[in-house]
């Protein structure tokens, strides 16, 4: 085949492209962040809970995270999928309304405190039993906020200004509230059941970490 000339036909004149301001390059480091932020400042949160007031309510009940740490892909994977999910309803016609939430409770925090006894020299033992709730409950409220910004980062949309925590005292006064209606009604019993206990911890361990362990 012959090699066309350099003088020959401009063949990408003959072709009808549409034109546009877009830019060859994505340049999505740069533009994503500008994207969020204007998510940020229009509401849109606000905005697709107004849109769909009054519809038929589809509703994602979302298992909360440790707030023990960064996210990490796990993480990502979870949220971007449930996102993908809860802004599909919403354009189906649905209200689609996501809350987060973060489990505050549990091995995994605590772990974290002794962690940080551990190379203090510190015995978890001499603590006072309130003062480390205490610190677990701080260590828990900063990494909420490290991982809401983080979330928010990867463009999940929710009510990040409004989310639930298992530490706050109206959802431990709600549990409590509800346990005291099955001691009230007779449905409360007293049964058998292992419970795994850690000799090290000095606490219970979840069932699904034994199995996935």
């Given at each position: 085949?012959?090699?066309?000339?350099?003088?020959?036909?401009?063949?990408?004149?003959?072709?009808?492209?549409?034109?546009?301001?877009?830019?060859?390059?994505?340049?999505?480091?740069?533009?994503?962040?500008?994207?969020?932020?204007?998510?940020?400042?229009?509401?849109?949160?606000?905005?697709?809970?107004?849109?769909?007031?009054?519809?038929?309510?589809?509703?994602?009940?979302?298992?909360?995270?440790?707030?023990?740490?960064?996210?990490?892909?796990?993480?990502?994977?979870?949220?971007?999928?449930?996102?993908?999910?809860?802004?599909?309803?919403?354009?189906?016609?649905?209200?689609?309304?996501?809350?987060?939430?973060?489990?505050?409770?549990?091995l995994p925090i605590?772990?974290?405190?002794?962690?940080?006894?551990?190379?203090?020299?510190?015995?978890?033992?001499?603590?006072?039993?309130?003062?480390?709730?205490?610190?677990?409950?701080?260590?828990?409220?900063?990494?909420?906020?490290?991982?809401?910004?983080?979330?928010?980062?990867?463009?999940?949309?929710?009510?990040?200004?409004?989310?639930?925590?298992?530490?706050?005292?109206?959802?431990?006064?709600?549990?409590?509230?509800?346990?005291?209606?099955?001691?009230?009604?007779?449905?409360?019993?007293?049964?058998?059941?292992?419970?795994?206990?850690?000799?090290?911890?000095?606490?219970?361990?979840?069932?699904?970490?034994?199995?996935s362990g």
């Open positions: 085949m012959a090699k066309e000339k350099k003088d020959g036909p401009d063949y990408s004149e003959t072709l009808f492209l549409p034109q546009t301001d877009f830019p060859m390059r994505a340049g999505l480091p740069q533009k994503e962040p500008e994207i969020l932020a204007r998510w940020q400042q229009i509401d849109l949160y606000g905005l697709m809970r107004k849109t769909a007031k009054g519809r038929d309510k589809f509703v994602l009940h979302d298992g909360p995270p440790y707030a023990n740490g960064n996210i990490h892909i796990g993480h990502a994977l979870n949220k971007i999928l449930k996102d993908l999910v809860t802004r599909t309803h919403q354009m189906l016609g649905y209200d689609s309304n996501y809350v987060p939430g973060w489990d505050c409770h549990g605590e772990w974290k405190i002794e962690e940080q006894y551990r190379a203090k020299g510190q015995d978890k033992d001499q603590v006072e039993i309130n003062e480390f709730r205490k610190q677990c409950r701080d260590f828990a409220q900063h990494w909420i906020e490290v991982q809401r910004e983080e979330f928010k980062r990867l463009g999940i949309e929710g009510d990040w200004k409004h989310p639930y925590t298992t530490m706050s005292f109206e959802a431990e006064a709600t549990i409590a509230r509800e346990l005291m209606k099955f001691a009230s009604n007779g449905t409360l019993y007293r049964g058998s059941k292992p419970v795994m206990w850690s000799v090290v911890e000095k606490t219970a361990l979840a069932e699904r970490a034994i199995r």
